[in-house]
């Protein structure tokens, strides 16, 4: 085992020998490579959450127990999850997005960074005051702050670095997303679909925070860094070039200047392309009639070449979305085989409830099914134009405004929302956090004012109809075809990132607050019952010798804004106060990291 | 083992078996004789903190593991326990000063208790937002508000059933005890010593809030239910009447009105006498210049008889204090041997630094001396008057107003504060948290306004002398002879509630965060690093065939004030923020409930 001075001759070793690959830029992509670590939100660039230890498995995981606990200072929801690197953990929370550097030796507090932020940035977060975590790379953490600060903290003394504003909250916009450093550029995007925002991605010097590019998801070709030549798109039945304003002609006016396609999901990241690939958010307003056309390119898959930004392919899954389905998912980089063919994949659990196969290196589409039966605003997908084919009756377009549109599956917070997939390249499966929750929508006019709500429909969220009566399930999904492997039935949606290993568990958290290990058939082996509700992500980590577990508490989020937030209204919180509201019977607000491990010998 | 129905019937058995000594008042003495439960904040009414439970022994204790976990849903310091009665458990939070019922089949929220109270009383606490935790007693819970409403709830629905205001925050009143439920009388005090408040005890009629008595600290008998007469007082080696205006005459003018002699400690009763126990704070100011005279009956041991208030007899432990060495900690009712003699004896860590044996029946005197050797304020006490050899050099009252005087151990918060110890019948043996800090003390002269600090002292805190360079010590008492049998140094002061038991394990926490057992040698047995620094109580009950052990974490508290407020000047916290300033490297903001048992089977 690696640790302490040997670690730190590993990793310059790492760093040597895969110079070629990323050009001495960074040590992110080789500090991934050791499984020791956990040093990405999604332990790599590739997105899969899976790891290769093995100490924690089938076999012994019904005797984990929790090996330490610490308290993040913090209530309301926490989303993400601790980085690990070498000795030390990064462990964020939400607003006020503190960081706290963790000695592994005894837990001790090495440093903590607490930022002053204007309160009333939280009127201008829509669901919960989340932060999706840290970044770290070349001795440096990486912090996203809700009010759009990005800052460059000294790994080793949390001293500020450099910070960097992204974005106006006075416009409502904020920050939710963790950044994500990808060869010598920190990324981060933009959050404020329910406020008119104008999503765009940014990349940064990660030395210095000076600007390297920007990418708009909607607008003029050039704003979004597409080559109407040379960026392409999945065109009856192969790919082709996007053409001039592709985004222009598909909104009325100028709604492309207030019109969403925020960028608040996972991101992730292909030395072997130099692309990286993110989802853009829901069209602004809610109300679909507000804004005729595709409203491209929301709800958008995007592969970018990391050094300029330019597009080099483009998906939209949800065209005119008329239910809030953003398209920010995280895209997972894998190589599967698709129906035979052994393919360089991207997949994405859409919360639109499709889940898609795609070639990453081209954007061919090559699967796109329904990983829940539920699902009824769409039929299919058609193979061909790679468009839904929308069920009339589920289309507030069609019903139109003042009408309420009852029965939709999924509701507008998806089949599944940002809580991470994971895949195990020894299974070959993609393990899959989902929400089981059908809705009523009725959509008005409204009018855009900057930095006031421009939602523009009425929700409310309730169970989908099923046997096991439940708002959830853990899925097992087959991408090659398409197909649902197994589906274990939650009382709650499964609002947890996922995280598989090669001891052949699979790890995710519960709304109540359990923590949950099942086999690889869906076996439950093992929970735990955490202090609050579950919405992080579970990660892993060896340090002298063990593997441990480790996944934040803390009810919030959209799922849980009844309870972070304190309302009791149905409708309040886009729907989710009167779906969510039995959680209360089971959980309460709280915030901190529970760390798992074997007995010890 | 007894649950659900069984229980039920046991309980019912219980009451009507024991009937007489409680005149079918209340069934909690009852409750408190069968070990499952954990049905006062002291497990029973002679404060020993003890049970009978021996499932987790010295022998397996370092098999412990956490069982479940819950979230108060608030931050900071979070003193007290759970209680558990049957197959439920009753949990609280500091201000705002939550209540939640579990069932503990599944942990899930059988009801909640969020009372709205003016955050203005958060000025008005001295040294955190702490609650002492709720009682219960005959299918009631009862809650003592941070605002001084006492409320009483329906255990099984959490519906208010009563409340009464017992003080005025806006003169500086606020409350932290948790009720006492004596008989038919549920008892309750006032915090607010450094407010210029004037204590009492009140006694309420449990079924329906009426005040049955009051009886002040400090003014006339009649105020403070004193028979000039009858109650009784250590003079001169022997019990000797009181006299008449006992405390008027030891104060100046009508500073009495304004004295302190708070009551926010744990309260103790015996049904074989009716006397019910408890002690009083420091005489206000905290500048001794103001106030000459004894201040009686500031600092003092009340036994008072339950059913009219009257006090039977009374034991000042500091005399006209100049420290802030409050008499408030609890009394430990305990029938040892003293010197040889076989006593019903009444045992008290004070503030000040000394540990005292009492006669509880008649109030005699037996043993007085120092629980930690760096005590030296006072040389010893006198045992003929019962009053400290105060050593000069350490008297603010002789080097007066304006003065630094350097190095007085133990500092204000004293060699134990309210962190309750615990008695092993099975020992004989006291098992003691304490504080091994010294202080600067400087008074200054300072005017009484209602409402505002009346406290006339700049403090500064720090390790005391020795050679473990620590800032507590957990000890072994002999309280029959006075002397320290063991003494375990700790990082911090150990501002945790004891527990021991039939299983010859002791636990208690620390203000880093762990919990820790050890065996009747002081040996250490096993650790664990809750979420947040523990300033809670342990406490065991046993569930359907399963001990187990919990506590409160939640960093906080006098010492933990730092944390807390966000309090960084080294005087601030009277004094608290400099000495402690360390604990920001090991801990962090938290409330949660941690639950631990031996492995399943």
Redesign the interface.
Known sequence: MLSGKNFKRWQQCAILMSAPAFAFASDIEALTKNPQNWAMQAGGMANQRYSELKQINKDNAK?L??A????????RGHEGGPLVVGDTMYVHSPFPNHV?ALNLED???KW?YEPKQDPSVIAVMCCDTVSRGVAYSNGKIFLQQADTTLVALDAKTGKELWKVVTGNPKAGETTTNAPHVFKDKVITGVSGGEFGVRGRITAYDMNTGKEVWKAFSTGPDADMRINPATTMTWTDGKMAPVGKDSSLKTWKGDQWKIGGGTTWGWYSYDSATNLMYYGTGNPSTWNPRQRPGDNKWSMTIFARDLDTGEAKWVYQMTPHDEWDYDGVNEMILADIKVKGQNRKALVHFDRNGFGYTLDRVTGALLVAEKFDPVVNWASSIDMKSGRPIVNAKYSPELTGPDVNNKGICPSALGTKDQQPASYSPKTGLFYVPTNHVCMDYEPFKVDYTAGQPYIGSTLSMYPAPSSHGGMGNFIAWDAGTGKVVWSKPEKFSVWSGALSTAGDVVFYGTLEGYIKAVDNNGKELWK?????GIIGNVNTWEFKGRQYIGVL??IGGWAGIGLAAGLDKPNDGLGAVGGYKDL???????????VFAL?PK
């Open positions: 005797t127990q929790v330490w606990t610490f308290s993040t200072g913090v209530l706290y837990q001790s507090i903590k735990f019952k955490t202090p609050s508490s803390g209360a019977k089971y959980t309460n607000l709280g915030g901190s990291l529970t007995p």
